[in-house]
């Protein structure tokens, strides 16, 4: 495979986001989407990037193969007073990608951006059964925190999510020994 590369989305990167989720949302049921992607319009997206690239504690980063965009990671930082300190991780990668250390990467730079950033949780989601992705994140360090039962419904069935957080707290206090 030719090198990929990592890099912050930009706005014009917009249509081949919306394009991209609708790639990814069909080739898995993982996702909190299908094949429909994300519903939103190109317009809508730009905004999205746009502000997230303004933000200080927010991230969307593009793992590109050429033009390409096969895997997507962002870290989308809460906005009330209170919870300013938390953040939420995104992320995946096209199917055929999938076992060759992209998520691994996208996962270290989200990670550093937050500490970076001074924030102090990232949580996520995940399917229950999603094995792959919940081995991914106790790699680094996310712990479960619960279970929300029947959290998502695909074809009339429906499946638990995982509550995962990474206390960044804690590895700033191994840090510092």
């Known amino acids: 495979m030719t090198k990929y590369i990592i890099r912050e989305a930009r706005k014009e990167d917009a249509e081949k986001v919306l394009e991209y989720t609708k790639i990814v949302g069909g080739q898995t049921n993982n996702l909190t989407f299908g094949s429909e992607g994300l519903g939103l319009t190109i317009d809508e997206e730009k905004n999205i990037l746009e502000r997230v ?6 991230i969307f980063l593009l793992a590109c193969l050429n033009d390409e965009i096969i895997g ?6 809460k906005t009330r007073n209170r919870m300013n ?11 055929e990608f999938w076992g060759q250390g992209i998520a691994q990467e996208l996962m270290a730079k989200l990670i550093e951006f937050s500490n970076e950033s001074g924030l102090e949780i990232i949580e996520l989601t995940v399917r229950s059964d999603n094995e792959r992705a919940i081995n991914l994140y106790k790699k680094f360090g996310f712990k479960k925190t619960g279970t929300i039962p029947a959290d998502m419904k695909i074809d009339g069935k429906y499946f638990d999510t995982d509550y995962m957080v990474l206390d960044l707290r804690e590895r700033k206090k191994y840090e510092k020994r």
Do not use: E
């Open 53 to 58: 690239s303004n933000s200080d504690k927010s």
């Open 72 to 77: 997507l990671g962002n870290i989308s930082a």
């Open 85 to 95: 300190h938390k953040a939420v991780l995104g992320i995946s990668i096209k199917k």
